[in-house]
């Protein structure tokens, strides 16, 4: 959460240099930036137990791998948004000249799902772990392991959804 009052803090004070392109940019970054912290913290944690109990057990490899990606995704989510941020603001095929208010309007039509994926990148990591444990005592209950996650996952969607409604309706450009 630091990581967003800082990004905010650098439009507040120096938006005016920065001007609406640059705004953008920062929501944008912001996005990308934000929610793959969500994911590196995610696979980060899971990985280390699946190597822990990979050692221990070879066979349970492919199991434990499905849940160690899972946290994934919400890095997938922020670029998919300041990839759509960008390509909003014309930066594929001549970018357009935003004015300040409309450079805020990428910034927070960015904030949903940054916030929602760096949350639920280090809880349905929390989730996996559980799983994992699941794949250790009952293998054959695996399935049940991959869908517990899913719940958490609902609400990266939802970041990812509202995100996208608005860069897509609610940002003038």
């Not at 990606?69 to 997938?76: D, E, R, S, Y």
Request: hydrophobic share 55%; net charge neutral; aromatic share 8%.
């Amino acid at each position: 959460m630091a990581i967003i009052l800082v990004a905010l803090a650098i439009g507040v004070f120096f938006g005016p240099a920065l001007g609406g392109n640059g705004l953008a940019l920062v929501g944008a970054g912001i996005a990308v930036f934000v929610s793959g912290i969500g994911s590196i913290i995610g696979t980060g944690i899971t990985g280390e137990k699946a190597a822990a109990i990979t050692s221990e057990d070879p066979e349970k490899f492919g199991r434990l791998l499905l849940l160690q990606a899972l946290p994934g995704t919400q890095g997938i989510y922020g670029f998919l948004v300041g990839f759509l941020a960008i390509f909003k603001m014309g930066g594929f095929s001549g970018v357009l000249p935003l004015d300040i208010t409309q450079g805020w309007q990428f910034i927070f039509a960015c904030l949903p799902v940054a916030i929602s994926c760096l949350l639920s990148g280090i809880w349905k990591a929390k989730v996996s772990l559980a799983g994992m444990d699941i794949v250790v005592k009952h293998p054959e209950e695996s399935g049940k392991a991959l869908i517990m996650p899913a719940m958490v996952e609902t609400y990266a969607v939802l970041g990812l959804l509202a995100s996208v409604l608005l860069i897509m309706f609610a940002v003038n450009v």
